[in-house]
Nanobody, 126 residues
Framework: QVQLVESGGGLVQAGGSLTLSCAAS????????MGWFRQAPGKEREFVAAISWNGARTYYADSVKDRFTISRNNAENTLALQMNSLKPEDTAAYYC???????????????????WGRGTQVTVSS
């Protein structure tokens, strides 16, 4: 059974940092695009970042560009999101996802992603 499990969320003050991790099990995703999405209370889930199968290409939402860094370790079947200079508006549940139909094209559309984790909560206090 395929599982994606996020960890690393928590409460942090504005300006602080957190690193989220996503561990995949049940199959290997090293050939596929992976991404992070987030959903704040009362809002639609939105794209945060995506990375190609080999890590050579990354893409970020404008709201997190230059503050967040996505990375992956294919040997360990893990995905990470380093978040710096956090703002209260970054408060959300963060989800990792796999686009099993793509190796290189970095989609921002959640409907293109086939596997999802259950999320980890990030709360940024002002």
């Amino acid at each position: 059974q395929v599982q994606l499990v996020e960890s690393g969320g928590g409460l942090v003050q504005a300006g602080g940092s957190l690193t989220l991790s996503c561990a995949a099990s049940g199959r290997t995703f090293r050939r596929y695009v992976m991404g992070w999405f987030r959903q704040a209370p009362g809002k639609e889930r939105e794209f945060v970042a995506a990375i190609s199968w080999n890590g050579a290409r990354t893409y970020y939402a404008d709201s997190v560009k230059d503050r967040f860094t996505i990375s992956r370790n294919n040997a360990e079947n893990t995905l990470a999101l380093q978040m710096n200079s956090l703002k209260p508006e970054d408060t959300a549940a963060y989800y990792c996802a796999v686009d099993a139909g793509e190796t290189y094209y970095l989609s921002q559309e959640q409907t293109d992603y086939d596997y999802w984790g259950r999320g980890t909560q990030v709360t940024v206090s002002s």
